[in-house]
């Protein structure tokens, strides 16, 4: 890193600087000089791809549009010259004398204050903020989290066996067998209720369904005269 950052001729008629002798100028001049660099252009250029890289990792960035990397570039950019004002306003705090150094330190934070606002408004429009990845994480850990309570319901209903009244054709218990290819046989007795208009029971079905697992095995899973499609 090298090269001075100010015209000390211009310094050198601004108030704090004004009564100094010239060698006490000088001074300060070189403590600026030593303090303050800018970045060489492929040094520079070299972290930006550094950063590019990076952000290669955690998204995916093959089918973003050119604008949308133009602005991740300028991200990019914005992220290493940020990297790089910080660490000279640590170069200035470190030398614990501000008396001359004190407007160099306020015009440091307003660059690094727009700097990071920048950086917070196109982190924004990429949809990579803290608070837009978090959604997503949770977004697609809630997505994952259906998909598996799917793919349980779908394992539940093909395992399961369905056992039908032979009478009225009214569901009566599901049945997963552990021995499902040996002779167990189930009956079940159907209590299902008959009502007029009115909704006043007037009868009872009461047929006693008798079923083997084998029998449900062979009509794929169920009893019930029309059969599943799963």
């Not at 310094?11 to 060489?40: G, P």
């Not at 079940?188 to 084998?214: F, L, M």
């Amino acid at each position: 890193m090298s090269g001075k950052v100010r015209d000390p001729r211009k310094l050198r008629n601004l108030k704090q600087y004004k009564d100094l002798s010239d060698e006490k100028f000088k001074e300060v001049m070189e403590e600026f000089d030593n303090a303050i660099t800018v970045v060489d252009y492929e040094d520079f250029e070299e972290r930006v791809i550094e950063k590019l890289e990076e952000f290669g990792k955690d998204y995916d960035l093959s089918d973003m549009k050119f604008n949308d990397m133009e602005t991740l570039r300028a991200l990019c950019q914005a992220i290493v010259a940020l990297e790089d004002w910080e660490e000279e306003m640590f170069a200035l705090r470190a030398t614990g004398d501000f008396r001359y150094s004190l407007t160099i330190i306020d015009k440091l934070s307003a660059v690094m204050t727009n700097l990071r606002r920048d950086i917070s408004k196109m982190q924004e429009d990429l949809k990579i903020t803290r608070k837009i990845r978090q959604a997503t994480r949770e977004e697609s850990a809630r997505a994952e989290l259906q998909r598996q309570k799917d793919l349980a319901t779908k394992f539940y209903e093909k395992r399961m066996m369905y056992i039908y009244c032979e009478k009225c054709n009214m569901l009566l218990t599901t049945a997963w067998f552990l021995y499902p290819g040996k002779e167990n046989t189930v009956s079940v007795k159907c209590n299902r209720q008959y009502t007029d208009d009115e909704g006043k029971v007037i009868g009872v079905c009461d047929y006693v369904t008798k079923v083997s697992s084998n029998e449900l095995l062979e009509a794929r899973g169920t009893n019930h005269p029309e059969g599943f499609e799963f």
